[in-house]
């Protein structure tokens, strides 16, 4: 069954613009796994630091690797971490926001203040912490966007949790004789569903940008991966002589940010009957401003 | 208000405690022979052994780490397993760098955001407004990292105005220098920082204009603009002191990033190159300085936002 929002998704501009984006940038990953222009590790020395024209279309780097061809596989990159980041951040944030809002009073207030203590506690840090143990790896980014932003997720979902959990139809359940388990999986989850794919999409795109950040850093993506970030660690120390070609990798850094976040505020836009309500206001004419 | 300022303390406390028992424990816990990671694998088992006893890596983990509590609050932030060298001692020298970048950046961010996040509220609705809000919205995806680079193009390769990279080995004695090269690095994470407050002083201001005293200004024959800047614009500041926490956490991370592309000498690139070389003592202290520091400042910013709001003061 296709919910509701969908469609309502569609029809708000930053949506549709978020949907596009992310679309294409799935698709390119997945067109990367059997095709690109050229082969991404393959330098061709006679063609070092061509411009972008015909055959390679954005030019290529010191190496002589075709830019494009980077850029496509790099996708794949950025899907994986942005994907396995956003699969953490779920379960750190169901976890917490369940631990928070359905247990006994003293364990829910441990965890609201742990959560507030957490929230502290910047992305990059934890970062830093994992990989000084452990190195630098992709999982590095997936491990510490995803606890950090579950962290975010728990803050603003347990609230939501906690007063759909007192409604009069989760304790009419629950006097029928649903278990708690069962009246999480069947009332509880849906119904924070939509604060929560909207704080999905916001943590995705925190995802993109910490591996552009920790690759970089060179604690994120090793040398063999494609990677954005990477790439734009490699462009940069060039950045005197050919300085154009750091724009690719840092435009497609951008607009998937972007899109992920306008898709976040679309999904808040499309799925909060209140939000919608506002933007009808809208129409009538202002007292103010 | 004391007993705000105590519960408020109590937290800060909790806090700080959680992250350094957080940081303990991944750091110095869960690696399980922190001798061997440090030593590397090719160390012989006796230089390993050796090693562990000159840490104090063989006396219990509760001992270990109240011994660093211990030297913290007296303020000994431990030495470097690598060259002996003070921590303390050092993120000292460091922060004569990252400070005055991160005030730079944080003043430049409030001067972007500030005017620009008000005009995008005035203009609502109007064409201006929406390129206003785009542009917050595009900004705040940049990688600060790619800001920096597109800056470095444009004031150093193109127009050859800033230095694109250093800080001048005679540190501050020539003021004018070490200004010049923290200018662009604190511009770039100045922008994108300012990018992310610009959105929230548009919406306070929003809220602030639908409020009934700015209603009531109006009423009385003010222009709606004039009733806004006069009687909404102070309450909008009231809202940018709570949001600022947020930046100053913003503004470290933009800094460890900035001052490695810009090879600013701070404590960014510091954590960075010690994160590299795994001289976990140092990381553990410097992780503890930085987070504590974001702890800190969220207290101060709640007791100030306290102290300012009448409204908060009385409930």
Redesign the interface.
């Known amino acids: 069954m296709m919910p509701r929002w969908l469609p309502r998704l569609w029809q708000t501009p930053t949506g549709r613009f978020g949907l596009i984006v992310v679309a294409v940038v799935a698709a390119t990953a997945l067109v990367s796994v059997f095709w690109t222009p050229f082969d991404p590790q393959f330098s061709d020395v006679r063609a070092r630091w061509s411009p972008p024209g015909w055959p390679h279309l954005l030019g290529t780097d010191d190496t002589g690797r075709d830019i494009l061809s980077v850029l496509m596989a790099g996708a794949r990159t950025t899907v994986f971490v942005s994907v396995g980041a956003g699969v953490i951040a779920t379960l750190v944030g169901i976890a917490l926001s369940a631990l928070g809002a359905l247990t006994a009073r003293w364990m829910r207030e441990t965890v609201a203040v742990l959560v507030d203590i957490l929230i502290a506690f910047p992305v990059l840090l934890i970062a830093m912490m994992i990989s000084s143990v452990w190195g630098g790896s992709l999982w590095v980014v997936i491990w510490s966007v995803g606890i950090g932003f579950g962290v975010n997720i728990a803050r603003v979902t347990r609230p939501e949790l906690r007063r759909v959990q007192q409604s009069d139809f989760v304790l009419a359940a629950r006097a029928s004789g649903l278990t708690s388990g069962q009246s999480l999986v069947r009332h509880l989850l849906p119904n924070v569903a939509p604060v929560f794919i909207v704080q999905l999409s916001w943590s995705m795109a925190v995802a993109v940008l910490a591996e552009a950040g920790l690759s970089y850093l060179g604690f994120g993506a090793s040398v063999v991966d494609p990677s954005w970030g990477l790439l734009l660690s490699d462009l940069q120390r060039y950045i005197g002589v050919h300085p154009l070609s750091v724009i690719w990798p840092g435009l497609a850094i951008t607009i998937t940010v972007l899109a992920l976040n306008l898709l976040g505020d679309g999904l808040r836009e499309a799925t909060d009957p209140t939000l919608r309500h506002r933007a009808a206001e809208t129409h009538t004419p202002a007292v103010v401003a | 208000m004391i007993r705000y300022v105590l519960v408020r303390g109590a937290?800060l406390i909790?806090?700080l405690l959680?992250?350094s028992l957080?940081?303990f424990l991944?750091?110095r816990v869960?690696?399980g022979d922190v001798a061997q990671?440090i030593a590397g694998t090719q160390a012989s088992p006796a230089e390993v052994q050796a090693l562990r006893e000159s840490l104090g890596l063989d006396r219990p983990l509760p001992a270990q780490y109240l011994e660093w509590i211990g030297g913290l609050l007296r303020g000994d932030l431990g030495t470097s397993l690598l060259s002996g060298a003070s921590v303390g001692e050092e993120l000292l020298l460091k922060a004569q760098v990252t400070v005055p970048l991160g005030i730079m950046s944080l003043v430049i961010a409030v001067l972007i955001a500030v005017p620009f996040g008000i005009l995008a509220?005035?203009q609502?609705?109007r064409r201006g407004g929406a390129a206003l809000s785009f542009g917050a919205?595009?900004l705040?995806?940049?990688?600060?990292?790619?800001a920096g680079?597109?800056l470095?193009?444009v004031f150093s390769?193109?127009l050859g105005w800033l230095p694109?990279q250093g800080f001048p080995r005679t540190g501050w004695s020539t003021p004018g220098k070490a200004v010049e090269s923290l200018l662009l690095p604190a511009l770039t994470i100045g922008i994108v920082e300012g990018a992310m407050l610009m959105r929230f002083v548009r919406s306070a201001?929003?809220q602030a204009?639908?409020q009934d005293f700015?209603?009531t200004a109006?009423a009385k024959g003010l222009t709606?603009?004039r009733?806004?800047v006069s009687h909404g614009i102070p309450a909008v500041g009231l809202s940018i002191i709570t949001v600022l926490g947020l930046q100053v956490?913003?503004i470290?991370?933009g800094s460890?990033?900035i001052e490695?592309?810009f090879t600013l000498p701070g404590i960014g690139r510091m954590?960075?190159a010690?994160?590299?070389t795994?001289d976990?003592v140092k990381?553990q202290s410097e992780?503890l300085v930085?987070?504590g520091f974001?702890?800190i400042v969220?207290f101060l910013v709640d007791l100030l936002h306290r102290t300012i709001d009448p409204r908060q003061r009385e409930s």
Not at chain 2, 140 to 146: E, S
């Open positions: 937290l909790a806090g959680v992250s957080l940081i991944t750091l869960f690696p990671l509220a005035v609502r609705g919205q595009a705040a995806a940049v990688p600060v990292v790619w680079m597109m470095i193009v390769v193109w694109p201001t929003l204009a639908t700015v209603r109006a709606r603009t009733a806004l956490a913003g470290i991370v460890v990033v490695q592309l954590l960075v010690d994160v590299g795994r976990l990381v992780l930085l987070t974001v702890l969220g």
